[in-house]
């Protein structure tokens, strides 16, 4: 049996063409149709009906992929299990993560991490956009989100500190608000992507209040919302690590402080596994004794195989 072309098959099914098998493989559309046309010749069944549209099991496929799903289920099982024991560590790490937080922060670690495990390498995506980790086969996918994939085992890592702020002279132009409710009659630079809520909620002292004042331009990128804010454009919401060299200097101004921001979280999610191979665990553990070391950080959640010590 060639399992190559038993997973092939998979893929296909799974992800709906097959092109969109041969790019999650790394193959040619043209290898994964001959070799599933092989695998139904060698068969002598038809496993796929194929239109112009879209791709149909027949009878026999539906149950050859529902058996083949669990066997090849239980072997990914086993080749994690074998590589969870393994002392030498090797193999690649597709690694997706913000923007921002990979130019200030994980840059560095990356480089750190791959000097202490040289047989290991990265490929890292530095991106806003919504991504599907099974599909795309990433191994481990950072975010600054308050939300969750129940699909994925995700750690919560730490909270991000961000206030609003805004420049001098937009402030000298416009005023300072004083209560949540001033916002309304401000200009925003919003800040909004597939996993961030671009909503402004306040602590009022009472109950969390959201406020959604105009905004002339809404972007995904903190840096750019940081950039705009400093050039007096209106009131934003940065993270204090995007921040914190324009405060230090007056270009912004932090507001409203004594009304706290509904904060979000930096998370890690890897798909889910029975066992965790030694890759991602010695990466894992890499990236909190990391975040460890920074006094500013309080770690949430720690997983059970990371030691800090």
Known sequence: MDLNRVQMFAQVVEQGSFTAA???????????????????????????????RALKL????????NRVHRILA????????????QQMVKGNLNIVCPIELGQLFLGRVFAQFLTHYPDITIDAELTNRNVDVVAEGVDVLFQITSMSDPSLQTYEMINTDKMLMASP???????????????????????????????WTLFDGKE???????????VNNVTLAREAAIEGLGITIV??????????E???????????????????????????????????????????????????EVPDFVSLN
């Not at 239980?74 to 024991?85: M, V």
């Not at 993270?239 to 230090?248: F, M």
């Open 250 to 300: 007056k270009l912004l101004l932090p507001l409203l402080e004594d009304y706290p921001l509904a904060q979000t979280k930096i998370t890690m999610s890897t798909p889910q596994r029975a066992y965790l191979p030694r890759k991602y665990q010695v990466f894992i553990e890499y990236i909190y004794r990391a975040m460890s070391r920074n006094p500013e950080y309080q770690l949430l």
């Open 169 to 199: 002279s937009y402030l000298a132009r416009n005023g300072t608000p004083k209560v949540p409710q001033d916002l309304s009659k401000h200009k925003a630079i919003k800040l909004k992507s597939t996993h961030i809520d671009g909503s």
């Open 74 to 85: 239980d072997l990914q099982s086993a080749e994690d299990q074998l590589s969870s024991n």
């Open 239 to 248: 993270p204090t690590l995007i921040a914190q060299q324009a405060l230090d």
């Open 22 to 52: 041969a790019k999650v493989m790394g193959l040619t559309k043209a290898t994964v149709s001959r070799k599933v046309a092989e695998l139904e010749a060698d068969a002598g069944v038809q496993l796929l009906f194929r239109t112009t």
């Open 208 to 218: 969390w209040v959201t406020q959604e004042p105009e905004a002339q331009l809404t």
């Open 58 to 65: 027949t009878d026999a496929g539906n149950a050859y992929y």
